[in-house]
T-cell receptor, first 113, second 111 residues
Framework: NAGVMQNPRHLVRRRGQEARLRCSPMKGHSHVYWYRQLPEEGLKFMVYLQKENIIDESGMPKERFSAEFPKEGPSILRIQQVVRGDSAAYFC???????????FGQGTRLTVV | GEDVEQSLFLSVREGDSSVINCTYTDSSSTYLYWYKQEPGAGLQLLTYIFSNMDMKQDQRLTVLLNKKDKHLSLRIADTQTGDSAIYFCAESIQDTDKLIFGTGTRLQVFP
């Protein structure tokens, strides 16, 4: 049973471009969470999704950021018109249900140049 | 509000015990967790404790919870160089599924 898979592991984007980060949850997991880790900081919650539904997006910036978890395929975190301040590690976690243990992926390290 | 605080650094000699501390503010926490992050890697769940417990032991790891003071600690016995990493405490808030993380404590183990 493969763990949570995130790709790419590293992503470099120029200011103004779009970044798309993918997360494939563990088999049998229908709950996905995205967290952001700025340099030298802890992880900050961004969004919690179930298949085709956004459950809690209280940590998402109001503009340029969106997330989806379609019926088929991975969860996508999309950042439009990236800025230098978006440079961070973005972690995805999945769980089989609410209040269950969440397993983290290796993260995608986004660098905006 | 929700806030989790940790000291930033801890340095210990190999073979000694390490104690990493964490304080949190939200009294409705259901579970409290300790995660380990090695350089360039994701987070590995080490252990967790339910909020109505005050102690949990798992091999070299001992978690102590003082709910009155909202204080959580992780003790690593016989610390090894492979334990060098950043350790995050996190709390889950009742009726939500998100985790609130501390800023992390960087543990350095020297010979």
């Amino acid at each position: 049973n493969a763990g949570v898979m995130q790709n790419p592991r590293h992503l470099v984007r120029r200011r103004g471009q779009e970044a798309r980060l993918r997360c494939s949850p563990m088999k049998g997991h229908s709950h996905v969470y995205w967290y952001r880790q700025l340099p030298e900081e802890g992880l900050k919650f961004m969004v919690y999704l179930q298949k085709e539904n956004i459950i809690d997006e209280s940590g998402m910036p109001k503009e340029r950021f969106s997330a989806e978890f379609p019926k088929e395929g991975p969860s996508i975190l999309r950042i439009q018109q990236v800025v230098r301040g978006d440079s961070a590690a973005y972690f995805c976690a999945s769980s089989p249900g609410a209040q269950a243990e969440a397993f983290f992926g290796q993260g995608t390290r986004l660098t905006v140049v | 509000g929700e806030d989790v605080e940790q000291s930033l650094f801890l340095s210990v000699r190999e073979g000694d015990s390490s104690v990493i501390n964490c304080t949190y503010t939200d009294s409705s926490s259901t579970y409290l967790y300790w995660y380990k992050q090695e350089p360039g890697a994701g987070l590995q769940l080490l252990t967790y404790i339910f909020s109505n417990m005050d102690m949990k032991q798992d091999q070299r790891l001992t978690v102590l919870l003082n709910k009155k003071d909202k204080h959580l600690s992780l003790r690593i016995a016989d610390t090894q160089t492979g334990d060098s990493a950043i350790y995050f405490c996190a709390e889950s808030i009742q009726d939500t599924d998100k985790l609130i993380f501390g800023t992390g404590t960087r543990l350095q183990v020297f010979p």
